[in-house]
């Protein structure tokens, strides 16, 4: 099981490195963004603990090159301790997983064992509904032969409505499904998600895809 770890703080580096390599896994450490995105492009590794502020190349440019390169390996973030904007961002460039500084190790082996299960995006077939498509494999939208660009988050959140469609998807399993088990945020940032979608998706074509089921969540139909 490699892991890379890229932490410009080299103590904490040698910590987390030591820490996991306790816990039998084999353990990479760089300190520098562009080093890390080499090691990631280079290595067959299982997982990625990325920090965000990292000299060279930054854990935000780190993560959206490897996803634009359809690098799809596990990446765990390592955001500041008020860091919700971090968090959010993280999730929206293709990160997997984050956690606050400071953190402990037990956390974070219990974390990164579960991305591993998880395994890397295994491509899938296109979803479509009416004239909406949307391909998870390539991360892209369109509808007729209208391109619609997405944020990876807006695109995790249209995928779990589509491939349910016309079923009605509740409002908690978006969170669940999206965000994760342990999101303790505003849970009305569902509702903020679904109107970046409807701007996207519907209100340039005139249509009315994205349904709120009142009571109950959303749903996406013809």
């Not at 854990?59 to 968090?87: F, H, Q």
């Amino acid at each position: 099981m490699r892991i890379l770890v890229v932490e410009d703080e080299q103590r904490l580096a040698a910590a987390v490195q030591h820490g996991l390599e306790a816990e039998g896994f084999s353990v990479d450490a760089v300190h520098d963004g562009l080093d890390g995105l080499w090691r990631a492009r280079e290595g067959r590794y299982e997982a990625v603990v990325l920090d965000i502020l990292l000299p060279g190349m930054n854990g935000y440019e780190v993560c959206r090159t490897l996803r634009s390169e359809d690098n799809w390996v596990p990446i765990l973030m390592l955001t500041a301790k008020e860091g919700e904007y971090d968090e959010a961002d993280a999730f929206d460039l293709g990160a997997d997983d984050y956690l606050r500084k400071p953190f402990s190790l037990v956390v974070l082996v219990a974390r990164l064992r579960t991305l591993m299960r998880r395994g890397q995006a295994q491509p899938s077939l296109a979803l479509e509904v009416g004239d909406l498509r949307l391909d998870p494999r390539t991360r892209e939208c369109s509808r007729g032969n209208a391109d619609i660009e997405l944020t990876p988050r807006e695109l995790a959140v249209l995928h779990a409505l589509m491939s349910r469609s016309p079923g009605v998807v509740p409002k908690q399993e978006l969170l669940h499904a999206v965000w994760g088990f342990d999101f303790d945020g505003d849970p009305n940032i569902v509702e903020v998600y679904i109107g970046y979608l409807r701007r996207k998706i519907d209100r340039p074509f005139g249509t009315d895809s994205i349904r709120t089921v009142r009571g109950v969540g959303y749903q996406v139909t013809r």
